[in-house]
């Protein structure tokens, strides 16, 4: 797996708060914009997060490309609809590489992992075969395990993002979108540090585990702390 | 493919034309719901249409239960945005039924769809195997081809409809999609005849094909009629 | 302010908990459908609450019929962008009837109400005045005080519902919005008793306050109860 | 009013394009990024647009100020949902200065110019005896004609831009939101010059008008040229 941050708005953390700001300010988000100093940026952003106003947080995109994901994740992926993608066509592309993700469940098994790959390659000759006898490119397709590496852009915002990681870096979610998501965030740490260290599970935000089974982070009890 | 309207918003197309009709009226959407008979609904729903008036479209929705679809197909399906999606999850059921879709370019030549069936039934196989020898689900099913069968449940609203129709009824889309709207639009055409019936390729709303190839209802040549 | 629910889903409840209990069987959502009693159904929907697990409750939505706001609350409302809206237009529409919405802490002091009545009562004479002198609709408006009553139609889904009731019940919220998704909510039980039961402030879901002053219910102090 | 481009993606026109190529390539658009020059990029931006392959404009956003419009337009403005808002509040923030919108229409007329600056007056006045009188804000609001000014932050991506110039650049849309979209494509021009030049009114894509009258641009009636 390969995910690049290619592009993003510039200074996002700076466009979040200032933007967060000026909504309660007789200032403009641009004079704000050359106001704020870098602690005050940070505070800010906490602040924020810990009141849960994060519509500000829509004013930041980022843009990845992502490459040698599986179509299992490519799909569990593109169900969080608040983002843009943009897939490479099975429909267009042949599968010309013979590129696909092993579950480490499978890839420690010897014996499975062989049988596996080999199935994997026969698929592949099979749909080779079938193109030559004139099946069309989205068809032949329909032979390809779901393991197959696909290859997409996608745009999110810092408010989509943080929603996203709060889901998908939860232990419950699948190892590889999870770690889709942590080479995200660590992409995101690079550019916005504050912000990428809050893109946590979603526990952080609750106080408690909402699963059946907890990991061990937070309990699954919601406290009962109502006072009347 | 099996596809049924299993629930909708009642009395669609009146709820659409009253709640048009309320914007630009002293009265209210629910005066103008008893007051409007069957062919001033027709008559507004074609006004409406006709002048890209499409936000009251919204107010109707309808559930769909979709059996019998590729994981290719579901991939596609899942991009429309503007939608609500429940799929069967792989990582919870096990894939039971050795169910799958062949394209029918495949089935047409006997050798290649003795080989497309042994190569999924060795599929299932392994996938099983692997289950036994304790792989977890969500990962033995990286295995299975894309050809493998998924069920969904879906509510899409009216406008929705109208825009996936124009994309996936246009005969550029892949066959299997276009198999899914056109049982869609007849389900439609049951309860909401007007609407149903307004479920078209994008050409019929452009009045030219925007694709680099017609495929014959319209040319591809985009009238030039501008008057000044 | 007159808020009618004019339309909705179907069995909004069982809806949801049949298409979320599809998603994780090898029964589709139309067989669950059959299958499952009232117990089962308030069961599940408070452990699909209790987990998080909303998008199902995408597949219900609502419709409203929604008379006697301020454009004050009309312009908050909007705001919820997972929701569909139909407003009656002031471009297209005469203010005829002088409605107007008065807030409780001026009707409560005589000598302000009297002076908000007359200048409202001026805002419409000049409105006519400017009409009569050929000034559009659109614009003749802009001089009306943002108290004048409109009136609209709402279609929102179940988890939208609980998200816009989680900000707008809270005390916080202002009092005009919150007593209109108390009428939502008074509406919602009579078609949906458990999940109207479930509209509550987000405190409730969170389990403590996240705003700076607390009015009660729950402490402002986020329990810290990790564990490792 | 005063609207400045505070912020975007950089590089937007060959983000949009490098990312529709690798959607039908064997590169990624990190690759793609380095080899297109700006002919490729206006060639391949014009093709996009003539296809109606819109989704990849959604990979570029723009963040503007927006200073000195009326409620009335902000109101209209907020209803395009596929874009994030963040607007200075009237329930934390006074309307200190008594900055206001004057209709043209009204503004030619010496008259009603009086008359309706005067009335505005009033209510400022009339606001500010209410907060003396302990009125919150949030209410004495309700007094304060829909003409005041307001600001705001908007970030809209390009696809969504397309959609909402479409609209708003199109004789019927009020004069005040026009212009608003005028200087917004006026903003966009100077970053993006092919983008900017393609924010047009709807019946540009369309070939014709489909208002009830045309302005003239095109005429209403829809080509008929369908061959079969």
Redesign the interface.
């Given at each position: 797996m390969q995910v690049?941050l290619?592009?993003?708005?510039?200074?996002p953390e700076l466009?979040i708060v200032a933007?967060?700001r000026?909504?309660?300010?007789?200032l403009?988000?641009?004079e704000l914009?050359h106001k704020l100093n870098s602690q005050q940026i940070s505070d800010l952003l906490k602040q924020l997060l810990?009141?849960?106003h994060l519509?500000?947080f829509?004013?930041a995109?980022f843009?990845f490309?992502i490459?040698g994901i599986?179509?299992?994740t490519?799909?569990q992926l593109?169900?969080h609809?608040?983002a843009?993608?943009?897939?490479?066509?099975?429909?267009?592309?042949t599968l010309?590489d013979h590129r696909?993700?092993?579950?480490p469940?499978?890839a420690k098994?010897a014996g499975?992992r062989t049988?596996?790959q080999q199935?994997?390659e026969?698929?592949h000759q099979?749909y080779f075969?079938?193109l030559e006898?004139?099946?069309?490119m989205?068809?032949?397709?329909?032979?390809?395990?779901?393991?197959i590496e696909t290859?997409m852009?996608m745009?999110m915002?810092a408010r989509e993002l943080l929603h996203a990681c709060s889901l998908r870096l939860c232990l419950r979610a699948?190892w590889e979108i999870m770690e889709l998501f942590e080479i995200i965030k660590t992409e995101i740490e690079k550019v916005a540090p504050y912000l990428g260290a809050e893109l946590k599970p979603?526990c952080y935000q609750?106080?408690?585990c909402?699963?059946?089974e907890s990991c061990?982070?937070?309990?699954t009890?919601?406290?009962?702390?109502?006072?009347?």
């Amino acid at each position: 797996m390969q995910v690049t941050l290619v592009n993003y708005t510039p200074n996002p953390e700076l466009t979040i708060v200032a933007t967060a700001r000026s909504s309660a300010s007789q200032l403009t988000m641009e004079e704000l914009w050359h106001k704020l100093n870098s602690q005050q940026i940070s505070d800010l952003l906490k602040q924020l997060l810990d009141s849960g106003h994060l519509s500000t947080f829509e004013h930041a995109s980022f843009t990845f490309n992502i490459q040698g994901i599986s179509r299992v994740t490519s799909h569990q992926l593109v169900r969080h609809r608040l983002a843009s993608y943009t897939q490479q066509s099975q429909r267009y592309v042949t599968l010309k590489d013979h590129r696909y993700v092993t579950p480490p469940t499978i890839a420690k098994q010897a014996g499975l992992r062989t049988q596996y790959q080999q199935a994997i390659e026969n698929a592949h000759q099979l749909y080779f075969q079938m193109l030559e006898a004139g099946i069309p490119m989205e068809d032949a397709r329909y032979i390809m395990p779901q393991a197959i590496e696909t290859q997409m852009v996608m745009t999110m915002n810092a408010r989509e993002l943080l929603h996203a990681c709060s889901l998908r870096l939860c232990l419950r979610a699948q190892w590889e979108i999870m770690e889709l998501f942590e080479i995200i965030k660590t992409e995101i740490e690079k550019v916005a540090p504050y912000l990428g260290a809050e893109l946590k599970p979603k526990c952080y935000q609750l106080g408690y585990c909402d699963e059946r089974e907890s990991c061990g982070i937070f309990p699954t009890i919601k406290p009962t702390v109502k006072t009347k």
